[in-house]
């Protein structure tokens, strides 16, 4: 193992305290949790051995993961399938990703998730990226559903300064609501700051109605080029043993970010919320691999291993998402969920859980609601196998991809084929 093991200890001890099952809540505090370029073998509970992510682990082990669960190559048509429950081919956010000086957004006539929750009550909540746009204020995430936000609104940004960069373009990306504070957070770490807002919030909700907090962090993706990955001095100490800088930081990064989900889940914990909440994790894309093979774009050291591409490309290294469910009353904790599945399906899902009606969505919504499938019930999951997923369809780049059974038709390439291949790390698994 990489790094010390005191918190898995104290995390696994509380799980065990809990495995008793609590009766099912009706409208639980719903804690989303997005990792940024997260590639497939960089967490401990998909096999790597070395890379150590136990409040990862340990909560993917005791809830149900998602082994066959599939996103976008990229990083805004992801989030706005995530978000709206449609594919990106349907809300015309299929191609490429909203670069800053450009005036486009998630269309307005799609509803979002924290609408949906809202309108059963809940509080809303966005932590972290947005990456949906902003060129007008009716796209930012306080005019779509989020009573409080605190984070930025681009694609990603120096981890202390908060200066996002676009090409040639620099600005200051920080907000809280719709006030610009990117100097009240400056020399901070986006990590940090995350934790201490998501801990803000869990501390401070309300008798009478639940939560709903999407914590989108900014790990592990790179910060503005060449500078990739930064990370406070006393996790890069405790990673000394790895020779190179740029994996070291970015095991580091990933070590403060499961530290992170350990503090939040702690203070669930201590404000006796942990019986109440449902945690969903989901990476957003799979990881940019160029630094590791001496490209210059697509940046990044992440791992898709053993799957082939990388972010951007349609091969499995590239749409292959991280996903699990965790909530202490699921009868069907500790098991996995192979059924093919998509990141729009959390929309109807988290929907359902929270104590929606179904027949309010969207009749033409594209995600199907998981719930029962997760909570392992057979009788009512029978419904919603799905046997057929397309995963783009891009008319611009002229690449598409869908997977019908064990049958996957991929055509074009992306970044003239340079991801296409399979990527090894040195050093590291
Ligand atoms: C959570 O639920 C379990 C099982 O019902 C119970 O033993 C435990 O005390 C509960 N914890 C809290 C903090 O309510
Ligand atoms: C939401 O709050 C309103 C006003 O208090 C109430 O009428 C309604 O029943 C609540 N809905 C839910 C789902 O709790
Ligand atoms: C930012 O860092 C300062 C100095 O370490 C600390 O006092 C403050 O609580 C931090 N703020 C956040 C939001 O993490
Ligand atoms: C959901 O709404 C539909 C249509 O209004 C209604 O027929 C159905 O009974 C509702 N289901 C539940 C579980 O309330
Ligand atoms: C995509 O295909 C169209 C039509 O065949 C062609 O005009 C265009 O140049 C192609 N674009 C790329 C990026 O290859």
Request: glycine content about 8%; aromatic content about 12%; hydrophobic content about 35%.
């Amino acid at each position: 193992m990489l790094c010390s093991k005191f918190k898995t200890s104290c995390l696994v001890m509380f799980i065990i305290c809990l495995l008793e099952s609590s009766a099912e809540i009706k409208r639980p505090n719903v804690l989303l949790i997005i990792v940024d370029d997260l590639g497939w073998n960089d967490v401990g509970f998909t096999g790597n051995k070395l890379i150590s992510t136990p409040n990862i682990d340990t909560l993917a082990k005791e809830g149900v993961t998602l082994s066959n669960y599939y996103v976008s190559p990229i990083c805004s048509p992801s989030r706005s399938a995530l978000l709206t429950g449609f594919h990106p081919i349907h809300t015309g956010m299929q191609h490429d990703v909203i670069a800053s000086d450009e005036p486009w957004g998630l269309p307005q006539q799609f509803k979002i998730l924290p609408q949906y929750l809202k309108s059963l009550n809940y509080s809303t909540h966005l932590i972290g990226k947005w990456h949906q746009g902003f060129y007008s204020k009716r796209h930012i995430p306080t005019k779509r559903g989020f009573d409080t936000f605190n984070g930025y609104l681009s694609g990603a940004t120096d981890y202390y300064d908060r200066i996002t960069r676009y090409g040639s373009q620099w600005g200051l990306d920080w907000y809280e609501n719709e006030t610009p504070s990117a100097s009240k957070y400056a020399f901070n770490h986006t990590t940090d700051i995350l934790t201490s807002q998501a801990i803000k919030l869990i501390q401070s909700r309300s008798k009478n109605n639940p939560w709903f907090i999407a914590i989108s962090y900014q790990a592990v993706h790179i910060a503005n080029s060449p500078k990739l990955y930064q990370v406070p001095i006393d996790y890069l100490n405790r990673f000394k043993f790895i020779k190179d800088l740029t994996m070291r930081s970015y095991v580091a990064l990933l070590a403060s970010l499961d530290d992170s989900i350990g503090t939040i889940f702690n203070h669930l914990h201590k404000t006796g919320q942990a019986n109440s909440t449902l945690i969903v994790f989901t990476s957003d894309n799979g990881a940019p691999t160029g630094t590791l093979t001496g490209k210059n774009c697509n940046l990044g050291v992440g791992s898709n291993q053993p799957l082939r591409g990388a972010k951007y490309t349609l091969w499995e290294g590239g749409i292959k998402g991280l996903s699990w469910i965790w909530a202490n009353w699921l009868k069907s904790k500790g098991t996995v969920y192979n059924g093919l599945s998509h990141i729009t399906d959390w929309t109807p899902t988290l929907f359902s859980f929270a104590g929606g009606n179904e027949s309010s969505l969207p009749a033409n919504i594209d995600g199907i609601n998981l719930r029962y499938a997760l909570e392992g019930n057979r009788k009512r999951s029978k419904i919603i196998m799905r046997n057929e997923l397309i995963h783009n369809i891009d008319d611009i780049w002229n690449v598409s991809a869908i997977r019908i059974d064990d049958y996957k038709l991929v055509t074009g390439t992306v970044l003239d084929g340079q991801f296409d291949d399979w990527h090894l790390r040195h050093g590291l698994p």
